[in-house]
Structure formats: structure tokens, C-alpha cells
């Protein structure tokens, strides 16, 4: 069975989130460590979540993860895998799993980051089985 790949939708990009799409363009994926309270936090946003600090830097995260929670959306045009990924630096994403077959994917399942092309945009971090 051939696979197909699915169309991604070009993430909006603003003077906010700039830096971290020109990272993923270079293959890399931020993420911000605030330097008041210590804490790493994604998406990337210009005042920490947690203690609200403008007083926050970027960090190139290592790319490695697990799974903490997916959803595999079966109908649509081309199947595929919503994920919740724990990354080792602590922080939670919302991304997908792919280039893998979606019945295999597993919770507490390690993964690696990959990036995937996005119609018209920057690439988009995304996972694949593997540590
Ligand atoms: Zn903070």
C-alpha cells in the first residue's frame, strides 16, 4: 500500500515566534528557559507561563522525548497521529507521530524529533519512534 503524505498547513509565524521558525528551518527545535524562575516552556512566548518574566531565553531543546498522550484521527484523507510529547528537557508539545505505522505508537513510547515541510511555510517539529 502506497503511503500517502499529508498536506501540513504552514504555521503562522510572528515577531514572537520568528526565532524558532528560523531554528527549524536549520533543523533545530527551540524551546524557552525563563530566567527568573528557572523553568523551560513551550510554545515559546514572550513572558513565562509560570511566573509571567519577560526575563526569558532560548534554548536548542535535544530532540528527544516521549510520548505522554495520542489520538490517532482515522478519518481523515490521509490517517494520522495527534500527540502530547514529553521532551527530556520537561516540557510538554502538541505535535504529531510519523513516518511510523500509527498502530505501533504506544504512551511512555520514546521519540526523536524529525521535521516535516509545510505547504508554503517553515518546516514543522514533529516525532518518529526512536530514542
Ligand atoms: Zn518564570
Redesign the pocket.
Known amino acids: 500500500m502506497a503511503q500517502r503524505e499529508r498536506t501540513i498547513i504552514a504555521p503562522p509565524v510572528n515577531p514572537e515566534t520568528k526565532p524558532f521558525w528560523d531554528a527549524a528551518a536549520a533543523g533545530k527545535l527551540l524551546i524557552k528557559k525563563?530566567l527568573?524562575?528557572d523553568?523551560f516552556h513551550y510554545y515559546p512566548r514572550s513572558l513565562?507561563p509560570?511566573?509571567f518574566?519577560d526575563r526569558t531565553e532560548w534554548h536548542t531543546a535535544s530532540g528527544r522525548g516521549t510520548v505522554y498522550s495520542y489520538s490517532v484521527m482515522r478519518r481523515a484523507p490521509v490517517p494520522y497521529a495527534i500527540a502530547y510529547v514529553t521532551l527530556d528537557e520537561g516540557v510538554t508539545m502538541m505535535t504529531n507521530i510519523v513516518d511510523c505505522d500509527l498502530d505501533s505508537i504506544r504512551i511512555g513510547q520514546k521519540v526523536r524529533l524529525v521535521f516535516k515541510p509545510s505547504d508554503g511555510g517553515p518546516p514543522v517539529p514533529m516525532f518518529t519512534p526512536g530514542g
Open positions: 525563563c527568573a524562575c523553568e513565562c509560570f511566573c518574566s
